[in-house]
């Protein structure tokens, strides 16, 4: 099966601009998971989707950073504006009761803010 | 909240040398993954293992979930293991919502 796919790969953006990252996850997977990864640290949670509902937004700068999955299956990720600390990758993830709710990543997105 | 710590933080082996790297965490878990990120920063699924031992090729895990640690194996190492290794367990909160909390990571560099 095909794992979880996210575009793009690379993104530069000044600062104040905006983005949108996608991810499309494993088929069947109800349970979406966007995540911040900083260099040098671990993955930071940012939002976490059961089908097209919202199950876990805590860690979500809500001031500039959006995200959606309306039909309950790929997502959008918006940073809007964008800072110099946004710098990061991003990663999405899913997970499937079906797979005893193991995570399955995807290739991420490099964000530099200049 | 559960805290995850992994030891130990860096570790430089030469190819052919074998390793165990530990998670520690402090609260009961529901289930327990190891995942080795690479240079480029992909997360690769090693173990999902939230008890007992599992072994895929040179890799093994072992979690004791009474004692509440897990140890990775990693035997005649070579140089495409290098990268970061982290460990998340996963924790559910009073609305039995399933979250993964994170290790802060072993970083490994085997040098040819």
């Known amino acids: 099966e095909a794992g979880v796919a996210q575009s793009p790969r690379y993104k530069i953006i000044e600062k104040r601009q905006s983005v949108a990252f996608w991810c499309n996850p494993i088929?069947?997977?109800?349970?979406l998971y966007w995540y911040q990864q900083i260099l040098g640290q671990g993955p930071k949670l940012l939002i976490q989707?059961?089908?097209?509902?919202?199950?876990?937004d805590s860690q979500l700068p809500k001031d500039r950073f959006s995200a959606e999955r309306l039909k309950g299956v790929d997502s959008t990720l918006k940073i809007q504006p964008a800072k110099l600390e946004d710098s990061a990758v991003y990663l999405c993830a899913s997970s499937s009761p079906g797979h005893s709710y193991e995570q399955y990543f995807g290739p991420g997105t490099r964000l530099t803010v200049t | 909240g559960i805290q995850v710590e992994q030891s130990p933080p860096d570790l430089i082996l030469q190819e052919g040398a074998n390793s165990t790297l530990r998670c520690n965490f402090s609260?009961?878990?529901?289930?327990l993954q190891w995942f080795h990120q690479n240079p480029w920063g992909q997360l690769i699924n090693l173990f999902y293992?939230?008890?007992?031992?599992k072994q895929n090729g040179r890799l093994s895990a072992t979690t004791v979930a009474t004692e509440r640690y897990s140890l990775l194996y990693i035997s005649s190492s070579q140089t495409t293991d290098s990268g970061v290794y982290f460990c998340?367990?996963?924790?559910?909160?009073?609305?039995?919502?399933?979250?993964?909390?994170w290790g802060l990571g072993t970083s490994l560099a085997v040098n040819p």
């Open positions: 989707f059961q089908n097209n509902g919202v199950v876990d």
């Open positions: 293992i939230p008890s007992g031992t």
């Open positions: 609260d009961s878990v529901n289930n």
């Open positions: 088929s069947g997977h109800a349970t």
């Open positions: 998340a367990v996963e924790h559910s909160n009073a609305g039995n919502n399933r979250k993964l909390i």
